[in-house]
């Protein structure tokens, strides 16, 4: 291998927790969508900072690529070390360093999920709100600057991390941010990291903001004859500036799939599921006020999910959207690509896409986040048939073509990975040229997950 060097200098130090098998090489090689298969030459179980900056410095040396790797749930082949080297697998990196609940902060190490914070904050009355669907790391989500359902009132990764520890890709750590609410002390080093992909640093400690858990909950599913009615009810409810936790679009496919996978009987056309986080009083206001602009928009009958129970089967349904849209179509795999646009250009670019895919013959269930404008096509392709393949990439780069002529991006939430790297120059222009800069500076070796984001000789 070309990089057994580095891999004998590191198993004097990590021993057993250098993994040079086949069987550990593949679970790290695999992804949640299209991209083939890429084996890493080792996977490396650090537990501390010092271990992995140590780690990065080892590969540094014999220029040897570091890929980071966290729970693998990502869209965009981001974890994959597709130029071989060392997967650096976070999980073991799994510990709550700290709450502190005066300031509504929690310290975290990076293959902490999600989930498993949650769990530990459940007696503090506060939790961290962003959610993703899968139960990711939360160092893979700060990586990718991950959003999802929530995002609409609680923002994005981007709004809820405070500070970092970084790795970077001579072995340095550096620290970033802080616990301030706000800070004007130079360039903002955070905001750099969130959502690089691993491609300049990795991450080793997140410094999180936390939320109050909300007294009342409201959740509820609506069904619309059509989905520009749902799409508007969306646009007015915004404009109306009524506080949703979540609002969430599905076309009449994605019903029907939905009633199928979990025995429901949803009607099958285009929902919105909808959630209000508030006080008893609040929240009973801001549902009754979207139930106006529903009615005004010829919105069907709410089925309310009055209990917590029914609200986690509400949000496993919509959660379980992937899996479930695979299921549906024996022997296929997921092109998933997403796009993100201004809420007044929503409408259009829904109408345009599901126009597009109708065309080309290929299955593809529309959903999405539309509260803040992004959704998905889910486009379900034949495994062992290329054309079909070819057709879902052109229809998802038309995708990005729509989302720019309508004033927005290439990815809401996905991130770039390498599925959309070769869009990066549409969106970015100069700017890209500008990001590849800094990964010179930073990584002018690149190795730190290499082939992702930018090129370091772009």
Same mark, same amino acid.
């Given at each position: ?20 098998? /086949? ?5 790290? %090689? ?11 030459? %080792? ?8 271990? $992995? ?18 729970? =693998? ?5 981001? @974890? ?41 904050? !459940?007696?503090?009355?506060? &939790? ?10 939360? =160092?893979? &989500? ?30 340095? $750590? ?5 616990? @301030? ?129 029914? !609200? ?77 393949? /070819?057709? @879902? /990439?052109?229809?998802?780069? !038309? ?16 991130? $770039? ?8 120059? &549409? ?24 082939? /992702? ?6």
């Amino acid at each position: 291998m070309p990089h057994d060097a580095a891999l004998a200098e590191l198993t004097t130090f990590l021993g057993d927790r250098l993994a040079r098998s /086949k069987p550990e090489r593949a679970s790290h %090689a695999r992804n949640e969508t299209w991209f083939p298969e890429a084996l890493p030459d %080792a996977v490396a179980y650090p537990e501390t900072t010092e271990e $992995v900056a140590r780690i990065v410095a080892t590969c540094a040396r014999h220029g040897c690529p570091v890929t980071a790797w966290g729970t =693998g749930t990502s869209l965009e082949g981001h @974890a994959l070390a597709i130029r071989g080297g060392v997967s650096l697998d976070l999980t073991q990196m799994n510990r709550v360093l700290e709450v502190r609940a005066e300031d509504m902060q929690a310290v975290v190490q990076p293959g902490v999920t999600r989930e498993a914070l949650n769990t530990e904050l !459940r007696a503090t009355g506060l &939790m961290f709100p962003v959610d993703p669907g899968a139960d990711a790391s939360l =160092g893979g &989500m700060a990586a990718t600057r991950a959003s999802g359902t929530t995002a609409v009132r609680y923002g994005t990764m981007r709004d809820n991390v405070m500070a970092l520890e970084v790795v970077l890709a001579d072995g340095r $750590v550096i620290r970033t941010g802080s616990g @301030a609410r706000k800070s004007s002390a130079g360039y903002d080093l955070t905001g750099l990291f969130v959502g690089s992909e691993g491609t300049l640093g990795i991450i080793t400690e997140l410094t999180l903001k936390l939320h109050g858990q909300p007294e009342a909950i409201s959740a509820a599913v609506c069904a619309f004859d059509t989905f520009d009615a749902a799409v508007m009810t969306v646009i007015a409810t915004i404009q109306m500036g009524i506080p949703m936790a979540r609002i969430e679009f599905v076309d009449e496919t994605t019903a029907a799939i939905f009633n199928a996978a979990n025995g429901t009987q949803l009607p099958e056309k285009p929902h919105l599921m909808v959630e209000f986080h508030g006080s008893d009083t609040s929240a009973a206001e801001d549902a009754r006020r979207f139930g106006e602009v529903v009615a005004e928009m010829g919105g069907g009958h709410f089925d309310w999910a009055t209990t917590t129970e029914d !609200r986690n089967r509400l949000w496993k349904m919509r959660h379980g959207a992937y899996p479930a849209c695979i299921a549906s179509r024996p022997g296929c795999m997921g092109l998933v690509t997403d796009m993100c646009v201004p809420s007044s250009r929503l409408a259009e670019a829904v109408r345009e896409t599901r126009a597009d895919i109708t065309a080309s013959g290929i299955p593809g269930p529309i959903l999405g986040h539309v509260g803040d404008g992004n959704f998905h096509a889910i486009l379900l392709i034949d495994r062992g048939n290329p054309e079909e393949l /070819k057709t @879902a /990439k052109a229809l998802a780069h !038309r995708m990005a073509e729509r989302a720019l002529r309508l004033g927005g991006t290439i990815t809401g939430e996905h991130g $770039v990975g390498m599925g959309k790297k070769d869009l990066m120059a &549409m969106e970015h222009g100069e700017a890209w040229e500008v990001m590849a800069r800094i990964k010179r500076a930073l990584d002018p070796d690149g190795i730190l997950n290499p082939g /992702k984001v930018v090129e370091v000789n772009q």
